[in-house]
């Protein structure tokens, strides 16, 4: 008796333990690897992740280090301006410096203090710049893992504590709490109106002692450092106010724009037309002659009259 063919001709061979029916169509090569590139994805996402983590916290170190620097040198430097008499602008008695109990020739103080100093707010400046830069791409990064807002919140609040970076991460609801509006006073009072104030209380301190090329340098000094506040803080501040703040605390940020514009051409005039000596040419324009006819008493200061030889 003939043995029958196992596989007939024109019959495709059947699976072993395949019951009929089942689908035994082989897997794709995309629809196999679509987990194992999902995962790989995740992974390069989480390193690059912490990779600009470590980026923030190293220029955050480097900010807050010479954050307290300027203003150790501002307060140093405030004490030393403050502890200036008049007896010692007319007779033109050196300067003591405290601590350092160092002697300095009083014009070449004035002079060169406020340049000192206006450096020094500059390359501060520059680290938030940087350092904002640096924020401004974490921020990116973890909107780009597709998160909820609050795994978002917590991502962020991983970064270091200075206030500049938690002002510029901090959580999406952080702008309503007490804490957010301190960040800002710091923030503003030690970055933006201490070091100009400071500045114009150096003219004015030097004020008496009539030398007009030296009080013009103190008034450029002054100009230049709120053009640069500006130039830099408007691009500091330009993420969280375009991209995650909200609306009303973006309509706040710009009502405090709009204030501190008056407020640097209040402190321009007040340099350039009010704090004047009489023997400059801008002590006859009208604002200070105003102030001048309704003032009992001379205004800022006594003039010095005469400087013994």
Same mark, same amino acid.
């Given at each position: 008796?003939?043995?029958?063919?196992?596989? %007939?001709?024109?019959? !495709?061979?059947? !699976?072993?333990?395949?019951?009929?029916?089942?689908?035994? &169509?082989?897997? &794709?090569?995309?629809?196999?690897?679509?987990? /194992?590139?999902?995962?790989? #994805?995740?992974?390069?996402?989480?390193?690059?992740?912490?990779?600009? &983590?470590?980026?923030?916290?190293?220029?955050?170190?480097?900010?807050?280090?010479?954050? *307290?620097?300027?203003?150790?040198?501002?307060?140093?430097?405030?004490?030393?301006?403050?502890?200036?008499? #008049? &007896?010692?602008?007319?007779?033109?008695? !050196?300067?003591?410096?405290?601590?350092?109990?160092?002697?300095?020739?009083?014009?070449?103080?004035?002079?060169?203090?406020?340049?000192?100093?206006?450096?020094?707010?500059?390359? +501060?400046?520059? #680290?938030?710049?940087?350092?904002?830069?640096?924020?401004?791409?974490?921020?990116?990064?973890?909107?780009?893992?597709?998160?909820?807002?609050?795994?978002?919140?917590?991502?962020?609040? $991983?970064?270091?504590? =200075?206030?500049?970076?938690?002002?510029?991460?901090?959580?999406?609801?952080? @702008?309503?709490? +007490?804490?957010? @509006?301190?960040?800002?006073?710091?923030? @503003?009072?030690?970055?933006?109106? /201490?070091?100009?104030?400071?500045?114009?209380?150096?003219?004015?301190?030097?004020?008496?002692? #009539?030398? *007009?090329?030296?009080?013009?340098?103190?008034?450029?000094?002054?100009?230049?450092?709120?053009?640069?506040? @500006?130039? =830099?803080?408007?691009?500091?501040?330009?993420?969280?106010?375009?991209?995650?703040? %909200?609306?009303?605390?973006?309509?706040?940020?710009?009502?405090?724009?709009?204030?501190?514009?008056?407020?640097?051409?209040?402190?321009? /005039?007040?340099?350039?037309?009010?704090?004047?000596? !009489?023997?400059?040419?801008?002590? /006859?324009?009208? *604002?200070? $002659?105003?102030?001048?006819?309704?003032?009992?008493?001379?205004? +800022?200061?006594?003039?010095?009259?005469?400087?013994?030889?």
């Amino acid at each position: 008796m003939a043995e029958r063919p196992s596989n %007939p001709a024109g019959t !495709p061979p059947s !699976p072993r333990n395949e019951a009929p029916g089942d689908d035994v &169509r082989p897997r &794709r090569d995309g629809e196999a690897s679509i987990g /194992g590139t999902e995962s790989a #994805h995740a992974a390069a996402q989480a390193e690059d992740l912490d990779k600009v &983590r470590g980026a923030v916290v190293g220029s955050a170190d480097m900010a807050r280090n010479v954050w *307290v620097l300027f203003l150790s040198f501002g307060t140093y430097l405030a004490i030393a301006v403050g502890s200036v008499t #008049h &007896r010692q602008l007319l007779f033109e008695e !050196p300067i003591r410096l405290p601590l350092l109990n160092v002697e300095l020739p009083l014009v070449a103080f004035f002079l060169v203090a406020p340049l000192l100093f206006l450096i020094f707010h500059i390359y +501060l400046l520059m #680290h938030l710049k940087l350092m904002s830069d640096k924020v401004q791409h974490y921020n990116e990064v973890v909107r780009e893992l597709g998160l909820d807002r609050i795994t978002e919140d917590h991502l962020r609040l $991983q970064l270091p504590d =200075f206030m500049f970076v938690q002002y510029l991460a901090e959580p999406s609801e952080g @702008w309503k709490s +007490l804490m957010h @509006w301190l960040l800002v006073l710091v923030a @503003w009072l030690t970055v933006i109106a /201490g070091p100009v104030i400071l500045l114009l209380v150096i003219q004015l301190q030097f004020l008496p002692y #009539h030398d *007009v090329v030296i009080t013009w340098i103190q008034r450029v000094i002054i100009f230049i450092d709120i053009i640069l506040l @500006w130039w =830099f803080w408007l691009r500091i501040a330009a993420e969280r106010r375009q991209a995650r703040a %909200p609306t009303l605390e973006r309509a706040l940020i710009g009502l405090s724009f709009v204030i501190g514009a008056v407020i640097s051409v209040g402190l321009i /005039g007040f340099s350039f037309l009010i704090a004047v000596s !009489p023997n400059e040419y801008l002590y /006859g324009n009208w *604002v200070n $002659q105003n102030i001048q006819t309704k003032s009992k008493k001379p205004f +800022l200061f006594r003039p010095i009259k005469q400087r013994p030889t």
